[in-house]
């Protein structure tokens, strides 16, 4: 029903910044929430940032201060602004939406960008 597709990855010195956005296809796009996890190689899974259908943001304390996560719904499309990039932040990234914020991890997710930042 809903698919998802990641882009803007790709590789950025330490202290760069990179812009990822997800196109959503379907009509209920507005009433969704959003969300990006990461995935790097030997680490968990982490859960980077979300933004409600009414646009209230949570963030990891990892890249609070420094990621910003936004959406236009007019354009079914979400972003995140990444600034102050460290190699620590290296890994894929990927968009997920979910009709319920609480189990966001079982909604849709897309493919996947990869995102390196070198020293």
């Known amino acids: 029903q809903v698919q998802l597709v990641e882009s803007g990855g790709g590789l950025v010195q330490a202290g760069g910044s990179l812009r990822l956005s997800c196109a959503a296809s379907g009509r209920t796009f507005g009433s969704y929430a959003m969300g990006w996890f990461r995935q790097a190689p030997g680490k968990q899974r982490e859960l980077v940032a979300t933004?409600?259908?009414?646009?209230?943001?949570n963030y990891a304390d990892s890249v609070k201060g420094r990621f910003t996560i936004s959406r236009d719904n007019a354009k079914n499309t979400v972003f995140l602004q990444m600034n102050s990039l460290k190699p620590e932040d290296t890994a894929v990234y990927y968009c997920?939406?979910?009709?319920?914020?609480?189990?966001?991890?079982?909604?849709?997710w897309g493919q996947g960008t990869q995102v390196t930042v070198s020293s």
């Open positions: 933004i409600t259908s009414g646009g209230r943001t």
């Open positions: 997920v939406a979910s009709s319920n914020i609480a189990t966001i991890a079982y909604g849709y």
